[in-house]
């Protein structure tokens, strides 16, 4: 019994890949609990028995399938669709046509890119002869629910397997894996390249140097929302910077109007873009800055995806390895405590200052 219970917490905290990227697995493990983890797996295995669906997995991408429709249900969030669907390069390279099925926000950010044939939210567009096969997030009843109701025949593959992590390398394990199903070998640079954040929508983002300064503000967690953007609004106008852009959706309103008011007097251009454009607006407005400063959220994957420095703040609680792309341009800043907040607005200014070209 203890032997079993082992060797399905060895699946819940065990990547699937052999060469693990950076996770903090071990205190996942410590905070869940061994009990936990297993029968979360335990009930996956169910699950999947009664489905059927464990008939239909592979463990290779066959050389035979030419279009595959990519299911990404299990990580809504900007930032972590950036990183999940990377490695869609590497499937490109190896031939593959992918069409993407995921939540409102990814499917808006990912429509028209050049990775993906048609991208959808809807299931009931689902059409089951387009297809060869289905990649899944993971092998959870979520991340499976549209195949099981509308491609059940199909084969299919999984990133994650029964992986329960959640802090970690997103990109770089995507990678691995898929490299993997594929049977290909990655060099250093290809590695580097397809695991980090991209999007392929419209003409490549060019950095311009505007001269501003791009700040992100806002924030969904209020550990990764920092309070200081005036105060280093004001210390960076005292240091020459004369233009900026303010980025954020509509929680960043309140930190952008004190930011306003703190430049008022000091004669500087300030582009107020909050809540008052979309991810791909933002996104050419961060091409066009000098740097930008964010904290950790989707602005901060959002910018990574474009060729603007970055100046990354994250709280104690985050390493910035799980991340940041393996070719990071920029500097990352890591408060003591579990609040983004405590990193001093000078730390920020000298960041920025030193990012800026």
Same mark, same amino acid.
Not at 165 to 185: F, S
Not at 196 to 215: D, F, H, I, N
Not at 224 to 231: F, L, V
Not at 248 to 255: D, F, L, M, R
């Given at each position: 019994m203890i032997a079993g219970l082992g060797a399905l917490v060895r699946r819940g905290v065990g990547q699937p890949i052999a060469r693990p990227v950076a996770a903090d697995d071990?205190?996942?493990?410590?905070?869940? %609990?061994?009990?936990?983890?297993?029968?979360?797996?335990?009930?996956?295995? *169910?699950?999947?028995?009664?489905?059927? @669906?464990?008939? @239909?997995e592979r463990e290779r991408i066959d050389s035979a399938?030419?279009?595959?429709?990519?299911?990404?249900?299990?990580?809504? @969030?900007? $930032? =972590?669709?950036?990183?999940?669907?990377?490695?869609?390069?590497?499937?490109?390279?190896? $031939?593959?046509?992918?069409?993407?099925?995921?939540?409102?926000?990814?499917?808006?950010?990912?429509? #028209? =890119?050049? %990775?993906? #044939?048609?991208?959808?939210?809807?299931?009931?567009?689902? +059409?089951?002869?387009? /297809?060869?096969? *289905?990649?899944?997030? !993971?092998r959870s009843w979520k991340a499976l629910a549209a195949k099981r109701l509308h491609l059940p025949a199909l084969p299919w593959v999984s990133i994650k397997g029964d992986y329960l #992590?959640? =802090? /970690?390398?997103?990109?770089?394990?995507?990678?691995?894996?898929?490299?993997?199903?594929? $049977?290909?070998?990655l060099d250093d640079a290809a590695e580097?390249?397809?695991?980090? @954040?991209?999007?392929?929508? %419209? +003409?490549?983002?060019?950095?311009?140097? !505007?001269?501003?300064?791009?700040?992100?503000?806002? %924030? *969904?967690?209020?550990?990764?929302?920092?309070?200081?953007?005036?105060?280093?609004?004001?210390q960076l106008s005292g240091r020459g910077v004369e233009r900026f852009v303010l980025l #954020? !959706?509509?929680?960043?309103?309140?930190?952008a109007a004190a930011v306003m008011a703190r430049l008022r007097d000091s004669g500087a251009d300030v582009l107020d873009l909050v809540a008052r454009t979309d991810l791909h607006g933002s996104r050419r407005a961060i091409g066009e800055a000098d740097v930008i400063a964010c904290a950790d959220g989707g602005l901060m994957h959002l910018a990574l995806a474009t060729p603007t420095p970055v100046v990354a703040l994250f709280d104690a609680g985050i390493d910035p390895a799980w991340r940041l792309p393996l070719d990071f341009d920029g500097l990352a800043l890591r408060s003591v405590e579990r609040n983004v907040s405590a990193i001093d607005a000078a730390r920020v200014t000298a960041a920025v200052l030193s990012a800026r070209r």
């Open positions: 071990a205190a996942f493990l410590a905070r869940k %609990g061994a009990a936990k983890i297993a029968f979360r797996v335990l009930r996956r295995s *169910v699950e999947m028995a009664a489905s059927g @669906q464990r008939r @239909q399938w030419r279009r595959v429709l990519w299911i990404h249900a299990e990580a809504p @969030q900007i $930032g =972590d669709a950036l990183l999940d669907l990377a490695p869609r390069s590497l499937l490109i390279e190896h $031939g593959l046509e992918i069409d993407l099925m995921a939540p409102a926000a990814a499917a808006a950010l990912f429509a #028209g =890119d050049r %990775g993906f #044939g048609r991208v959808f939210v809807d299931e009931a567009a689902i +059409e089951p002869a387009r /297809y060869d096969a *289905v990649i899944a997030d !993971s #992590g959640y =802090d /970690y390398h997103r990109g770089l394990l995507a990678t691995r894996r898929i490299a993997e199903l594929l $049977g290909a070998t580097r390249w397809h695991s980090r @954040q991209k999007l392929l929508v %419209g +003409e490549p983002v060019v950095a311009t140097r !505007s001269g501003r300064v791009a700040l992100a503000l806002g %924030g *969904v967690r209020a550990e990764r929302s920092y309070a200081h953007w005036p105060e280093v609004a004001a #954020g !959706s509509a929680n960043g309103e309140a930190a």
